[in-house]
C-alpha cells in the first residue's frame, strides 16, 4: 500500500510537559503565520483534557454509580433468575418442590452473574469524550509514573520558516524540538 501523504519539506516537532507552555507556544506560532495545516497538535493540548480536580469528580461519580448500580444489578438479577427458573421448573418441567428449588437456585446463581456484569458495565459507560489521546513517555527511570505530553508540530518548505519556528518552540519551553525532513529523515538544526 503505497502512502500517498503530501508532507512538508521541513518538520519540527516539539515536546511539552506544560499545558500552558504549549498552548502559548501554538498560540505564538500562529501569530507569526503558521497557521491550518502547517501547525498540529497532539497529546494533553490536542485532548482539551479536564483539568485535575474535574477529572477526579468525574471518576469519584463514576465510581459512585458503579457501587449502587452493581449490587442493585445483581439483586434484580438473582430475584428475576430464581422467579423464571422456579416457574419453568413447575409449570414446564412439573418437578416437584425440591426440583424447584434447585431450579430457582441455579437461575438465581446465573442471572445474578449476569445482573452483575450487566449492571456493573453499565453503570461504568460514560459519554463524554476520551481521554486516550494524551502522549505518555516514560522518560527515566526514577520517575513514578510516565510523563504527560503535548506535541506542537510545525510543517513548512523553507528552511528560514523552520528556524524561525524552532526559536518560537525553544522560546516557549519545549523540552526536546525534533527536526524531520519530507521523507521522515532527522534534519540538523
Given amino acids: 500500500m503505497e502512502d500517498d501523504r503530501d508532507f512538508a519539506t521541513y518538520n519540527a516537532v516539539g515536546a511539552f510537559s506544560d499545558d500552558r507552555a504549549a498552548r502559548a507556544a501554538a498560540d505564538d506560532l500562529r501569530r507569526a503565520g503558521y497557521e491550518g ?3 498540529s497538535l497532539a497529546g494533553d493540548i490536542a485532548a482539551e483534557r ?3 480536580p474535574a477529572r477526579r469528580r468525574r471518576d469519584a461519580e463514576i465510581g459512585r454509580r458503579a457501587r449502587s448500580g452493581i449490587p442493585a444489578a445483581a439483586v434484580a438479577g438473582v430475584v428475576i433468575g430464581a422467579a423464571v427458573a422456579a416457574a419453568l421448573a413447575g409449570i414446564v418441567f412439573d418437578l ?3 426440583g424447584i428449588l434447585a431450579f430457582a437456585l441455579v ?3 446465573a442471572a445474578g452473574s449476569i445482573g452483575f456484569v450487566v449492571g456493573g458495565m453499565s453503570m461504568l459507560e460514560d459519554s463524554r469524550p476520551s481521554e486516550a489521546s494524551v502522549v505518555m513517555i516514560a522518560d527515566a527511570a526514577d520517575e513514578p509514573e510516565p510523563v504527560r505530553r503535548s506535541l ?3 510543517h513548512v518548505d523553507r528552511r528560514e520558516d523552520l528556524d524561525r519556528a524552532v526559536v518560537i ?4 519551553g519545549a523540552s ?3 527536526l524531520f525532513d519530507r521523507e521522515g529523515n532527522r534534519v540538523r538544526a
Fill in 50 to 52: 479536564p483539568s485535575e
Fill in 176 to 178: 526536546g524540538i525534533d
Fill in 107 to 109: 437461575g438465581a446463581i
Fill in 96 to 98: 416437584g418442590l425440591l
Fill in 169 to 172: 518552540l525553544r522560546g516557549r
Fill in 152 to 154: 506542537v508540530g510545525v
Fill in 37 to 39: 495545516d502547517r501547525l
